[in-house]
């Protein structure tokens, strides 16, 4: 392995001659444990030119090294550090340091102590994994992606990766969500009326931030998006929680005086319900009657393998009163962190300038990769490929859940990749998450959905995106088996 030329350098303030400077460096990166044993030396002429010396100089200054058993030279290959080079110093390790600083007064904010989840991160190592939200790898299309990625490399995208937008993002990625994915939504916009974000998460923060205050109050779906009540109990503005059913949202049980709806009409969170229309018009009605905004989170609406979804809320808003929230997190891959926030342009052009005030905007590369690979046809294929392999493992689930008799409380009109399930009431599923561990599977508990001071400790949520098709019979009967134990006891 070979040191990169760039970590020499001389200090202008350094003592000695320019020879003595060279060795000092280079016995400082042998003694820190930078340079390690065998790892080659820029050639004198490079190093020379790089740090605006003579070559003599350099290869003055190698040769003492070598002669002090630092170096070894091989043949025409150069120097490298030598095998009985000094071994750098072994520190005891530091003292614990006393902090005097009283953080529970300097704190202004806590951040920590929310609902959301963590998840291990470990999960593809189980044999039945249940965990929601995860790719599989097996469907990804790796090769294009990587191609696409290259593409965004290319001379011709130079300025795409390396450049500033400030505020702005990539022209093609915003032109292909104006002129394919949101028209498959029913909604029209222009490029002012929409904003790329990093992920759904990022976009409901904006909204929050710009829509919320201390004198505000926000109406949340029960049970919700752990997620989203972090974020809005950090806002600190009120909070209601609206009651769910088999549609989902209940306009009437909005509270007057309510500023901000949120909701997922599509596919509730977690229970999979979908709203119908007449709902969706009485929902914005209301909305209408309290002077309020709502902000739609349309996850997963890719994912509607059963039939056609319905056209988003937004699609039905004649006031401009929807803002909408989208994701190619769910339907590529979670680490990628790309969304998009579409909305009237005065809301559009607040959340530009918060966004640019925190992270000026998601990476360049990132957004070109991405572009290319919508626009190239690789993620129709792809989200077709899931939509048929999803539709399989749903009907397995299916059946594995109805042959052994567990209550399937809700599942997605259209499709989706999970089922909320309820155990019977007697039966805290974070203790059977518990157990279930060590039978090699994984659930997810369904506690952090509801509010703290009504928490439903019986349901949990199965998903089968990351699980494959034969593994699922097996993965339904252990989680059947856990819930018979915790019942027996």
């Known amino acids: 392995m070979a040191i990169s030329i760039d970590t020499f350098f001389l200090n202008p303030d350094a003592q000695g001659t320019l020879q003595a400077q060279i060795q000092q460096v280079i016995a400082q990166g042998i003694l820190s444990g930078r340079f390690r044993k065998g790892e080659k030396l820029p050639s004198s002429r490079k190093l020379a030119l790089h740090l605006g010396v003579s070559r003599i100089t350099v290869t003055l200054a190698y040769t003492e090294l070598q002669a002090n058993d630092y170096l070894t030279s091989k043949g025409r290959s150069g120097y490298f550090v030598s095998q009985n080079a000094p071994e750098p110093p072994r520190f005891e390790p530091a003292a614990e340091r006393n902090d005097s600083v009283d953080w529970t007064r300097a704190i202004g904010q806590r951040f920590t102590g929310g609902s959301t989840p963590s998840k291990p991160a470990d999960w593809a190592k189980y044999r039945y994994p249940f965990i929601y939200g995860q790719v599989d790898q097996t469907l990804f299309d790796h090769a294009n992606w990587r191609l696409c990625a290259l593409q965004a490399l290319g001379a011709r995208d130079f300025g795409a990766l390396t450049a500033d937008y400030y505020d702005q993002d990539d022209p093609q990625l915003i032109e292909f969500i104006l002129r394919h994915t949101l028209p498959r939504r029913g909604i029209v916009a222009r490029p002012e009326e929409v904003l790329i974000t990093v992920g759904a998460q990022n976009a409901l923060w904006l909204t929050a931030q710009i829509l919320l205050t201390q004198r505000r109050t926000a109406a949340i779906e029960d049970p919700c998006y752990h997620a989203l009540r ?7 503005c009120h909070l209601s929680q609206v009651p769910v059913d088999r549609d989902g949202l209940q306009p009437h049980l909005i509270e007057d005086g309510t500023d901000v709806i949120f909701a997922t009409p599509s596919h509730q969170c977690p229970t999979s319900a979908t709203m119908p229309h007449t709902r969706r018009k009485a929902l914005l009605a209301r909305a209408k009657e309290l002077e309020a905004v709502i902000v739609e989170d349309d996850y997963e609406f890719e994912m509607s393998f059963l039939d056609a979804p319905l056209p988003a809320l937004k699609s039905l808003d004649e006031e401009g009163r929807v803002i909408y929230i989208g994701s190619f997190s769910k339907s590529l891959f979670p680490g990628l962190r790309l969304g998009y926030l579409v909305g009237s342009e005065p809301f559009i052009r607040e959340a530009r300038a918060l966004r640019a005030s925190v992270l000026r905007h998601p990476p360049g590369h990132i957004q070109r990769t991405a572009a290319y690979f919508l626009s190239l046809g690789h993620y129709d294929a792809l989200v077709r490929k899931m939509g048929k392999t999803f539709k399989e493992r749903r009907s397995g689930m299916e059946h594995a859940l109805n042959h052994h008799g567990l209550d399937i409380a809700g ?13 019977p009431e007697n039966v805290d599923t974070q203790e059977l998450a518990t157990n279930l561990r060590a039978q090699d599977v994984l659930i997810e508990p369904g506690h952090s959905f509801f509010r703290r001071d009504a928490v439903e400790n019986n ?19 252990r989680v059947a088996s856990g819930i018979g134990t915790l019942m027996r006891r």
């Open 411 to 423: 599942r997605g009109v259209f499709g989706g990749s999970s089922f909320w399930m309820r155990a």
């Open 459 to 477: 349901y949990y949520r199965l998903a089968y995106s990351s699980i494959p098709l034969a593994r699922i019979p097996e993965g339904v009967a």
């Open 230 to 236: 972090d974020i809005l109990t950090q806002s600190r």
